[in-house]
Protein backbone atom coordinates (compact mmCIF):
# COMPACT_ATOMS: atom_id res chain seq x y z
CA UNK A 1 0.00 0.00 0.00
CA UNK A 2 1.00 3.72 -0.65
CA UNK A 3 0.95 6.57 2.03
CA UNK A 4 -2.98 7.35 1.11
CA UNK A 5 -3.56 3.76 2.03
CA UNK A 6 -4.44 2.80 -2.01
CA UNK A 7 -2.55 -0.67 -3.67
CA UNK A 8 0.51 0.13 -5.12
CA UNK A 9 1.13 -0.60 -9.09
CA UNK A 10 3.75 -3.44 -8.17
CA UNK A 11 0.75 -4.78 -6.20
CA UNK A 12 -1.82 -4.62 -8.69
CA UNK A 13 0.70 -6.31 -10.94
CA UNK A 14 1.80 -9.38 -8.41
CA UNK A 15 -2.05 -9.90 -8.16
CA UNK A 16 -2.46 -10.30 -11.84
CA UNK A 17 0.80 -12.54 -12.29
CA UNK A 18 -0.54 -14.51 -9.65
CA UNK A 19 -4.15 -14.70 -10.95
CA UNK A 20 -2.38 -16.24 -14.07
CA UNK A 21 0.12 -18.29 -12.92
CA UNK A 22 -3.10 -19.66 -11.26
CA UNK A 23 -4.73 -19.95 -14.50
CA UNK A 24 -2.21 -21.77 -16.57
CA UNK A 25 -1.36 -24.16 -13.87
CA UNK A 26 -5.33 -24.92 -14.02
CA UNK A 27 -4.89 -25.34 -17.38
CA UNK A 28 -1.74 -28.27 -16.78
CA UNK A 29 1.23 -25.83 -17.69
CA UNK A 30 3.28 -26.85 -14.54
CA UNK A 31 6.75 -28.35 -13.54
CA UNK A 32 5.53 -31.64 -15.13
CA UNK A 33 4.87 -29.89 -18.41
CA UNK A 34 7.88 -28.10 -18.91
CA UNK A 35 10.02 -30.80 -18.00
CA UNK A 36 7.95 -33.13 -20.29
CA UNK A 37 7.56 -31.19 -23.10
CA UNK A 38 10.98 -28.97 -22.99
CA UNK A 39 8.06 -26.04 -23.26
CA UNK A 40 8.10 -22.31 -21.68
CA UNK A 41 5.36 -19.69 -21.62
CA UNK A 42 6.94 -16.04 -21.63
CA UNK A 43 5.19 -12.89 -21.54
CA UNK A 44 5.25 -10.44 -24.87
CA UNK A 45 3.18 -8.10 -24.45
CA UNK A 46 1.48 -6.81 -20.63
CA UNK A 47 -0.73 -3.75 -20.32
CA UNK A 48 -2.57 -2.56 -17.35
CA UNK A 49 -5.37 -0.69 -17.09
CA UNK A 50 -6.60 0.98 -13.83
CA UNK A 51 -10.62 1.45 -13.67
CA UNK A 52 -10.87 2.28 -10.07
CA UNK A 53 -9.05 2.01 -6.21
CA UNK A 54 -8.13 -0.76 -4.10
CA UNK A 55 -7.61 1.07 -0.88
CA UNK A 56 -6.23 -0.74 2.13
CA UNK A 57 -8.02 -3.89 3.97
CA UNK A 58 -10.51 -4.50 0.98
CA UNK A 59 -11.14 -7.67 -0.34
CA UNK A 60 -10.36 -8.59 -3.92
CA UNK A 61 -10.40 -11.07 -6.42
CA UNK A 62 -8.39 -12.21 -9.88
CA UNK A 63 -10.40 -13.67 -12.49
CA UNK A 64 -8.34 -14.89 -15.76
CA UNK A 65 -9.60 -16.32 -19.25
CA UNK A 66 -7.98 -16.24 -22.27
CA UNK A 67 -9.67 -14.50 -25.32
CA UNK A 68 -8.02 -15.74 -28.04
CA UNK A 69 -5.04 -18.19 -29.19
CA UNK A 70 -2.74 -19.61 -31.75
CA UNK A 71 -0.88 -22.54 -32.17
CA UNK A 72 1.93 -21.01 -30.11
CA UNK A 73 0.53 -17.40 -28.98
CA UNK A 74 -1.87 -16.88 -26.19
CA UNK A 75 -4.00 -13.64 -25.14
CA UNK A 76 -6.29 -12.96 -22.43
CA UNK A 77 -6.81 -11.15 -19.71
CA UNK A 78 -6.91 -10.94 -15.78
CA UNK A 79 -9.31 -8.63 -13.73
CA UNK A 80 -9.15 -7.60 -10.03
CA UNK A 81 -12.14 -7.04 -8.48
CA UNK A 82 -12.95 -5.13 -5.60
CA UNK A 83 -15.31 -7.35 -4.13
CA UNK A 84 -16.25 -4.75 -1.02
CA UNK A 85 -16.75 -1.78 -4.08
CA UNK A 86 -18.23 -4.67 -6.02
CA UNK A 87 -16.23 -2.84 -8.91
CA UNK A 88 -13.36 -3.88 -11.31
CA UNK A 89 -10.26 -2.06 -9.67
CA UNK A 90 -7.90 -2.99 -12.89
CA UNK A 91 -7.75 -5.18 -16.20
CA UNK A 92 -4.16 -6.91 -17.28
CA UNK A 93 -4.49 -7.37 -21.17
CA UNK A 94 -1.43 -10.23 -21.73
CA UNK A 95 0.47 -11.91 -24.81
CA UNK A 96 2.00 -14.86 -23.95
CA UNK A 97 4.25 -17.32 -25.99
CA UNK A 98 5.11 -20.66 -25.89
CA UNK A 99 8.80 -21.41 -26.63
CA UNK A 100 11.70 -24.42 -26.41
CA UNK A 101 13.52 -24.38 -23.13
CA UNK A 102 16.27 -25.10 -25.37
CA UNK A 103 15.98 -23.51 -28.89
CA UNK A 104 15.07 -20.54 -27.50
CA UNK A 105 12.31 -19.85 -30.26
CA UNK A 106 8.66 -20.05 -30.17
CA UNK A 107 7.19 -23.40 -30.27
CA UNK A 108 4.00 -24.89 -29.87
CA UNK A 109 2.04 -25.41 -27.31
CA UNK A 110 1.81 -29.47 -26.51
CA UNK A 111 -0.51 -31.44 -25.84
CA UNK A 112 -3.09 -31.06 -23.42
CA UNK A 113 -2.49 -27.79 -23.04
CA UNK A 114 -3.02 -26.74 -27.10
CA UNK A 115 -6.53 -28.65 -26.95
CA UNK A 116 -7.43 -25.83 -24.21
CA UNK A 117 -6.65 -22.78 -27.02
CA UNK A 118 -8.29 -24.74 -29.73
CA UNK A 119 -11.78 -23.41 -30.67
CA UNK A 120 -14.22 -25.60 -29.79
Same mark, same amino acid.
Given at each position: ????? /?? $?? !?? %?????????????????? #? +? #?? !?? /??????? =??? &? !????????? &???????????? =?? %??????????????? !? $???? =????????????? %?? $??????????? +?? $???
Amino acid at each position: MDDNG /HL $RV !RG %SFDLHMLGCESFFNRLGF #D +E #DY !RA /HNGLTIF =SLD &D !RLTYVDEVR &DGEHVTVHVCAT =SA %SDSVVRGRSAIVNQM !R $RAVA =SVLYFVDASAGLH %SR $RLEPFADPLAG +EF $RPP
